[in-house]
């Protein structure tokens, strides 16, 4: 593959498998010689839908039409607003709608799934992450650990690659719960890794898990609307994900949960609780006790934010219409071009694509290592001097995700032209492993 020439075979790419990029807003580039930019940054933040702004705003014209009434009244009641999100969430990972809410933010919900499946005893304390885990799920279980009364380092286990390989194989984590699997409380990771792009044999380290005596949790920030998933299937204890990435529901939007049905109305695992866990029929009796309901709902706590709903439902509705098989074949395609792109611009140079070449093993995004200290530099140039949008990830990693909805065979195109260009500038101190 000549780089230099791949542009008319792009182009022939892109006639022949257009995917949706008509349904969105692409951002003007900010340089280079093409209108629109190459975003290959959705597993960052993914772009808006052309249909959001508008049923935004009918959701808005509600609230100045009716006031308090649109609870009811609205041409999409609030009361119930939430369950509008519930089955098309739940398409979109393989649960059932009574396993499924979208509430929060997915930090805070890792933290409320925590309260009820993090529960450390006798020698079982241990919870596990990757070594590479995103540093707020880092975070989120070190202050779990301590709200426990337990030290964070003793209690938070971070599993690393082999030495010489870039990404944690299942092998790796299943050799892990062989030998100490009795440890560990809860096993959480990331479902696709945010930084190498790895995704996880999620069934095989679920039943292994399990089978070990553990709680396993998914996050699924980068594994949501990237992948398929069968989170009921795989027995999957529980999951939570965000929607501002491949969901492309806007900046902060409410993440996404899921709670096997097998835990829906146990009153053993603890909860905390608001006015939104008690079922809706009796909620307006105002009684001081909850009758939570047995399903996911149980874990919501306040009323759900309207304005920040409609985005959501917007970006399910999207997915349910074109869904994720034909997505994922879509993202395998666009994929393995960028790659065979990438293998010309890596070669004989300081550059190592640190993504599993088996597609088996990763979602659309492919992680480059561009040296030591040079990401965010690279990143900068990739933007303004070619309008192709990537995303660093300091101090040595650039990230270009391809996404079937909206991403093009010439936006990959560009952004192996734009890194061939750029990156002979680079020192080559930090070289590749
Ligand atoms: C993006 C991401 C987050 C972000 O958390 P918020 O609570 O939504 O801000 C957390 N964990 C992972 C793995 C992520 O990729």
Request: proline share 8%; aromatic share 8%; glycine share 8%.
């Amino acid at each position: 593959m000549d780089v230099a020439t791949a542009e008319a075979q792009a182009l022939r790419l892109d006639e022949a498998d257009p995917g949706h990029r008509h349904l969105f807003h692409v951002p003007p580039a900010d340089g280079g010689e093409h209108p629109e930019s190459a975003y290959l940054a959705g597993n960052s933040l993914g772009l808006q839908p052309r249909a959001t702004r508008d049923e935004l705003l009918a959701d808005l014209d509600d609230w100045r039409r009716l006031g308090v009434e649109g609870h009811v009244e609205a041409g999409r009641p609030w009361l119930p607003y939430h369950e509008l999100l519930t089955a098309p969430a739940a398409r979109l990972v393989g649960a059932r709608p009574a396993e499924t809410v979208v509430m929060n933010s997915l930090t805070v919900n890792l933290h409320l799934l925590m309260v009820s499946f993090y529960r450390p005893a006798g020698e079982r304390t241990r919870i596990v992450i990757e070594d590479t885990a995103f540093p707020s799920d880092s975070y989120a279980v070190r202050s779990q650990a301590r709200f426990h009364g337990l030290d964070p380092d003793a209690t938070v286990v971070r599993l690393k690659p082999r030495p010489g390989t870039d990404t944690l194989g299942t092998e790796d984590v299943l050799d892990f719960l062989a030998r100490e699997g009795h440890t560990v409380a809860l096993l959480m990771l990331g479902g696709v890794n945010y930084l190498t792009g790895e995704l996880m044999d999620i069934p095989a380290i679920t039943a292994a898990g399990r089978a070990a005596g553990a709680v396993v949790g998914w996050d699924l920030a980068h594994a949501a609307g990237n992948v398929p998933l069968s989170l009921h299937d795989w027995d999957v204890d529980f999951a939570a994900w965000c929607s501002y990435k491949y969901l492309n529901s806007g900046p902060g939007a409410l993440g996404g949960v899921f709670v096997h049905e097998r835990h829906l109305g146990n009153p053993d695992l603890p909860r905390f609780e608001g006015w939104w866990s008690t079922e809706a029929a009796t909620r307006f009796e105002m009684t001081p006790e909850s009758r939570p309901p047995a399903t996911a709902d149980a874990w919501q706590i306040s009323n759900p934010p309207i304005f920040a709903m409609g985005p959501v439902r917007t970006s399910l509705e999207l997915f349910d219409s074109i869904g994720m098989p034909a997505l994922r074949e879509r993202s395998l395609r666009l994929t393995r071009w960028l790659e065979r792109l990438l293998e010309e611009v890596t070669a004989d140079r300081p550059l190592q694509v640190v993504t599993p070449r088996d597609p088996a093993r990763r979602g659309c995004q492919l992680s480059v290592r561009v040296g030591a200290g040079n990401a965010a530099e690279l990143t900068k140039r990739l933007r303004h001097e070619h309008g192709v949008v990537a995303d660093a990830r300091e101090p040595d990693i650039v990230r270009f995700a391809p996404v079937p909805l909206y991403s093009t065979y010439h936006d990959c195109w560009r952004a192996a032209a734009a890194l061939a260009a750029t990156v002979g500038q680079y020192s080559t101190k930090g070289q590749p492993r």
